[in-house]
């Protein structure tokens, strides 16, 4: 019998299993010990910046949580900002409803600095520093969301999330003082 090639069947030799040489395998491994060597400093950077953005996108969705709850309920949510313990939460003011008020609370990454600008408005102790609704004591910075949609006058117009040498992030509040949104390159536009 011949094969397709012109070869007797039993002239073909079996050919021995293919395998790497130890030093094939040196080889490979220095490469990859330098590749990672050179890429490690970079991807530490990377993740880095990565816990800053994150926090700043997890505050920005508690602004637009906020704002929703405050317009459903028809009951002002205050977010407070504790700059000092690195904490931010969420609550319905209270003695506007019976029912629990859902507190939030979340601890920013032990890297990452929140800032917070002064309000607008005229800062009193009733209206910026609020104690008699926030867990934690008093003196921390708030963003009051009205059941009419309208961010309170006394709420800080930023939020400036920095960690190291990552450029820093900016919640901006808008001009039309409805809501915040990310303004990465803290750009002075029309909107805020």
Not at 89 to 118: H, L, P, W
Request: with cysteine; aromatic share 10%; net charge positive.
């Amino acid at each position: 019998m011949r094969l397709a090639t012109g070869h007797p069947k039993n002239s073909v030799k079996a050919r021995p299993p293919a395998a790497f040489t130890m030093v094939e395998l040196v080889v490979v491994m220095t490469i990859m010990a330098v590749v990672i060597g050179v890429a490690a400093p970079n991807l530490k950077a990377f993740m880095r910046g990565r816990s800053q953005e994150d926090e700043a996108r997890r505050f920005l969705s508690l602004t637009r949580y906020g704002s929703s709850r405050a317009e459903t309920e028809g009951v002002p949510v205050d977010l407070w900002i504790n700059v000092r313990q690195g904490t931010y939460g969420m609550a319905a003011c209270r003695g506007y409803t019976e029912t629990k008020t859902n507190n939030a609370t979340f601890t920013v990454d032990k890297d990452v600095e929140i800032q917070v600008s002064q309000p607008r408005g005229i800062l009193t102790q009733s209206n910026f520093w609020t104690p008699f609704n926030l867990p934690r004591g008093g003196g921390m910075a708030t963003i009051r969301f009205q059941p009419d949609g309208f961010i309170s006058d006394f709420s800080p117009q930023y939020v400036k999330f920095t960690q190291g040498q990552v450029p820093e992030i900016w919640i901006m509040e808008y001009s039309n003082h409805m809501r915040y949104d990310i303004d990465l390159n803290h750009r002075k536009s029309g909107r805020f």
